[in-house]
């Protein structure tokens, strides 16, 4: 590995062993005025986080929407961050590494409990993970994850893990064509899968006979001989049951190599698709024999490509295993 | 190859939400994200996008929204897991669909797991998990 | 009512072109060339023959080539689907209509400029536009990418490889043997060029984990076949070269190239056609002295072995290790080196192999060979041949 990756690791390292920082709090405590801005711009109509009968029913009074959480120790405009900021920090050093551009790529949280006016909150956070470099879409860049938690007092109210890809900007290839992507042939015993991509649905066919699941879909069960078949919405989860990167020769609408897999989902049916990182960018094989960011038994999950009106097809995502 | 089905799963209804300059400043302001690519379009051009774009607060501020008319005000949101995608830009469209993907018991809370999906034209802005707790008798 | 089968109908004569990468003349032309070239091998005239056989895929019709040769009144005409895989099959059909006197002579002709002209290895777009099953059966395919014969076969290899523990080098074994058999062939395309297992390896990646020296070649030039009765074949000037089985086969949730949706994927189309030839001929595997397996891409010679009975499940990388696919080892494979030595003419040429084997005029001539099996094209509905020595 280069010096580079030395000197972001060791920077990484460094900021990971300082753990939490010293809490922060909130500029002002939880409060309605707030609340209610937030409200009006997210068109959130729900009475609880309003002084209504229903918030005194439910909460014994109003609360604030969970997702506000962060909203109450955010900096603002105020340009200064402390010294010990470790996501602050660790932009700092990837940006004098020269990965300069930032993109959000994953945003958990989990609340303990829903605050009140007049909680007033702190925020500790911890820089957990470090990994890079990867070539995804955008560019060559290395996925930065924080966790923060929010207190009152001691008590534990919220948490968030943050990922962030920072990344240089990779040349941009004149690329191929999407629009010239090869158009599935489709008639009445199919089209409900392509109107289901259009729409964001992962549709598998349900015999409405004897409930079998099968992809490839077709006019009659194999099973029963009804003719009568429904879809199903799949969550669109399974793993890598086979995959190929294809190198040669260039593919209509697609960047090579292209990996492609064929899933075998959760409900046991299997679809062929493009495999893609767990932002949905493009995965490009690394060189050498560490290569394998996909294996047989990777789990997927769905995602959609739009290609245009006519055609979104379905790709799957390597699930992240989150933070090595 | 084929299996029987697993109980059928429960769709949400779907939401659209036009995307528009007002959403997203006005949405970045009350999330107090300052950031210039929320509401300086001249900047967020020169900082290589195509417009101002939607702030991750306010995805995860829809995405509960989205789930808490579902579920009603009296649900329970415990944890919201978001992958991010495409870019929300004004004049587009943020599709919501979401799907009941798991119940799960844990001590005396029923825990009910939502896949949302939220699209635009450019594909998915956010993929999302929400763990939400309806109140005891009441069925999604 | 039942006709006895084996050993009932004979090839009479073999013909082909030149292999080349330009022929410089038309499809109807090779086949043409090739047709009178087998006639002639046999000592008949195109008057002779009153059935024609060939690949759906076949640009030439019947009547065209009827028309170039002068033959006359034409009372069998057949075509067999799914690319490759007809290959053994048209030969089945023109023994059955010799052996139930539906036809007497019999030609199994395929003819291409498959690398002037249309090349199947690159992505096939009319594939995925066909109005018909197949198209639609291809929409699951194509439009993410999966396009390429050499992916299709790839995504088969990499479980292969995970369910036994195959390596790239299993595959190169095949890849040497078939080259090392083209290279003392005077009409193979690589003549004089054997490769090492080395060579093999570093050859660039097609479709990981498919390599350049792994994928057959793009070819032009035809083949073609005579088929006869064997009584009549006797007294004719090549002697008989009987066909003592025939067998199309097609598994359960076949598709063409990905079937990957059945439990286990593989190729078990071929088990289909394998234990029909067992029966039909009374042989099995050990009774097999020379092979011609389909080769467009080496991971399904491994298969074949497995599928044939030649080996057990997962156990052909063992089968073909230390050169016993070679010529001198127990089961020379491809002695003319095969599709991805000597051409691509969709498995034909490798049928032209088997009966001079039989005949004892192969240059690579395996001792004493008495029964040759030969397989069509995989990962697709397919076809089997067990030719025998006469007598
Ligand atoms: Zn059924």
Redesign the pocket.
Known sequence: MSDTHDWIMEQASLLRDRGETTPRPARDPVNQPQVHTWLEAIGDPNPVYRDTPEATEVHGGPVAPPAMAQVWTMYGLDPHRPADDPLHSMMQVMDEAGFTSVLGTNCDQTYDRYLRPGDHVTVTTRLESVVGPKRTGVGEGYFVTTRSTWRVGDEQVATMLFRVLKYKPGPRSSGPDPSSTVRPARNRDSEFFWEGTAVGELRIQR?N??G?LRHPPGPM?P??H?TDQGHVVSPGRGHVYSYVTHHAPQVPGKQLPLLLAVVELDEGVRMIGELRDGTGSRLEPLSGPDSGAVEIGTPVEVGFERIDDDLTLAVWRVVDGGSA | MSTTAPQVEHQLPPWELPVTTTLVVSTALATRDFQDVHHDRDLAVQRGSKDIFLNILTTTGLVQRYVGEWAGHAALIRACELRLGAPAYPGDTLSFRGTVSEVLQVGVETRQVVDVVGSVSLGDHVTARVTVVLPAGAQA | MSVPFSGAASVAGIGATEFSKESGRSELQLSAEATLAALTDAGLSPGDVDGLVTFTMDNTAEIALARELGMGELRFFSRISYGGGAACATLQQAAMAVATGMADVVVCYRGFNERSGQRFGQVQNWAAGQSNTNGLDNAWSYPSGLSTPAATVAMQARRYMHEYGATSRDFGAVAVADRRHASTNPAAWFHGKPITIEDHQSSRMIADPLRLLDCCQESDGAVAIVVTSTERARDLAAGAVPVLAAAQGSARDQFVMTSYYRDDIGIPEMGVVGRQLWAQSGLGPADIDTAVLYDHFTPYVLMQLEELGFCGPGEAPGFVADGAIELGGRLPVNTHGGQLGEAYIHGMNGINEAVRQLRGTSVNQVEGAAHVVVTAGTGVPTSGLVLGRDG
């Open positions: 015999c006979g004897c079998a069960c099973h029963c009804a």
